[in-house]
């Protein structure tokens, strides 16, 4: 299934809409070795900045074909051999990785939708202990120019509701990611 209000304008546009690299350092790449994985990675917007920024492997999944292909041919330019893209239904088919591998989950502009927890569990079980789901969203507290109708935007509260009993846990890492959108980071553990 298809994340719906998951479509994407092209990516000039698009990535017009972030300061990529502010976001990419409030990853905090550094030390990260394992894995890393983003869950509908779109035109890898944020997948080809991580992966030039980390020498650690990252797979980047997403329903579309035509994403992908957009997004393979966007870390060609960059000669990036440490990205590996996955064609995938998430929601339906999980990622098949395997359980306790990654270091880090991103789950950015995707988790609009009621079974949010699906995508949450799937990442609580690929990492390991002491990794870290990041998401970022569009914000609902101010007008923007794009992004999915504000109220079935997620916020904070909804967020740490849907991962209850996922043994993820607020980082306090959490920010507005200005312009337009606001980042909340979990670590699985205590
Ligand atoms: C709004 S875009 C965000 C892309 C990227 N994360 C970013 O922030 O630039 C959401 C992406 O998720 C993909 N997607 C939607 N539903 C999905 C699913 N069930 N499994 C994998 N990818 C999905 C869409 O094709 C789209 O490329």
């Known amino acids: 299934m298809k994340v719906a209000d998951s479509g994407m304008p092209d990516k000039v546009y698009w990535d017009s809409l972030f300061d990529i690299v502010s976001i990419v350092d409030w990853l905090e790449l ?50 990036l051999s440490n990205v590996h893209f996955c064609l995938r239904d998430i929601f339906e088919q999980g990622t098949g990785l395997e359980s306790n591998s990654m270091a880090m989950v991103l789950l950015f502009n995707i988790l609009h939708f009621d079974e949010k927890r699906v995508m949450l569990k799937e990442a609580s079980r690929i990492l390991k202990h002491g990794g870290v789901v ?4 569009w914000r609902r507290d101010i007008e923007t120019p794009r ?7 997620p916020d904070k509260k909804e967020i740490l509701e849907a991962v209850s009993g996922l043994d993820l846990h607020d980082t306090g890492n959490s920010k507005i990611l200005e312009p337009y959108h606001w980042g909340i980071q979990l670590i699985k553990g205590s």
Do not use: W
């Open 30 to 79: 550094t030390g990260i070795a394992g894995p890393i994985v983003e869950l509908g990675c779109g035109y890898g917007s944020f997948t080809v900045p991580i992966a030039k920024k980390t020498n650690a492997q990252i797979y980047a999944f997403d329903i579309e074909p035509a994403m992908l292909e957009a997004a393979q041919i966007n870390a060609q330019k960059e000669q």
């Open 134 to 137: 990041a998401i970022i969203h």
């Open 147 to 153: 992004g999915p109708a504000t109220h079935i935007r």
